[in-house]
């Protein structure tokens, strides 16, 4: 454990599912009245193939998402999906715990960023969220119009934050972006929750172990 201590310099957090509990089926559910309406719409939402993605990227606006999301789940009332896209950034409730460890790391001599699959909404959504504000640097793909879990967006996240990916440990909650993490050269962790992260830091030596 002496020498990961001695390797890992910084942290480089994902956002959603990290920092904030991703509440978009409870949106849906309250917009719809409807369960099963909800999880059809987080299915498509979230598909491989659709507009969210590029909506991310920032490669659409809001108005073009909205128009994107009514042809790519018709089954959601247009009206629906247009309050969705002004209200799901507020569904995006903070893990308080969260912001303790970043403390925590940061009394502990550790920088920490953030790389985020998010759109031009980040910037709404960011004063909501204290622990990011926190942190040492922040990546919005909508900025750069790269995506996780492209090779790419790693890549530029080593030279924007001029940082050595086997000097990093890359903590995300999607397994897709963990793997490509690791191919581009990056320790990485999968996320659960913050206490096991915690446990887990501890166990690497990035964190003082807790007093008995």
Same mark, same amino acid.
């Given at each position: 454990?002496k020498?990961?201590l001695q390797?890992?310099?910084?942290?480089l957090f994902?956002? $959603? $599912?990290?920092?904030v509990?991703? /509440?978009?089926f409870q949106?849906?559910? =309250?917009?719809? $009245?409807d369960s099963a309406?909800a999880?059809l719409?987080?299915?498509? &939402?979230?598909?491989a +193939?659709g507009?969210?993605?590029?909506?991310d990227?920032? &490669? %659409?606006d809001?108005?073009?998402?909205l128009?994107?999301?009514?042809?790519w789940?018709?089954e959601i009332q247009?009206e629906?999906l247009?309050?969705f896209?002004?209200e799901w950034?507020r569904w995006l409730?903070?893990?308080?715990e969260?912001e303790h %460890?970043i403390?925590?790391?940061h /009394?502990?001599? %550790?920088?920490?960023?953030l790389?985020? +699959?998010f759109? =031009?909404?980040?910037e709404?959504?960011e004063?909501?969220?204290?622990?990011i504000?926190? &942190?040492?640097g922040k990546?919005?793909s909508?900025?750069?119009?790269?995506i996780?879990?492209?090779r790419e967006i790693?890549?530029?996240a080593?030279?924007?934050?001029?940082?050595?990916?086997?000097?990093t440990?890359?903590?995300?909650?999607?397994?897709?972006?963990i793997?490509?993490?690791r191919?581009a050269?990056?320790h990485?962790?999968h996320? /659960?929750?913050?206490a096991d992260l915690?446990?887990?830091?501890r166990a690497?030596g990035?964190?003082? /172990?807790? +007093?008995?």
């Amino acid at each position: 454990m002496k020498g990961f201590l001695q390797m890992i310099k910084q942290i480089l957090f994902d956002c $959603g $599912g990290v920092f904030v509990d991703i /509440q978009f089926f409870q949106l849906m559910e =309250k917009l719809t $009245g409807d369960s099963a309406k909800a999880a059809l719409f987080m299915d498509r &939402l979230f598909d491989a +193939n659709g507009p969210w993605r590029l909506y991310d990227q920032g &490669l %659409l606006d809001q108005q073009e998402i909205l128009h994107a999301l009514e042809k790519w789940i018709p089954e959601i009332q247009p009206e629906v999906l247009a309050s969705f896209i002004t209200e799901w950034h507020r569904w995006l409730p903070t893990f308080p715990e969260m912001e303790h %460890l970043i403390d925590d790391l940061h /009394q502990a001599g %550790l920088k920490c960023y953030l790389l985020s +699959n998010f759109s =031009k909404q980040f910037e709404e959504f960011e004063p909501l969220c204290p622990a990011i504000r926190h &942190l040492d640097g922040k990546l919005i793909s909508y900025r750069i119009h790269l995506i996780k879990p492209s090779r790419e967006i790693f890549d530029y996240a080593a030279s924007f934050f001029k940082i050595a990916p086997a000097e990093t440990l890359f903590i995300d909650d999607t397994e897709p972006n963990i793997t490509a993490a690791r191919a581009a050269g990056f320790h990485a962790y999968h996320f /659960q929750n913050a206490a096991d992260l915690r446990a887990e830091l501890r166990a690497r030596g990035l964190l003082p /172990q807790q +007093n008995t």
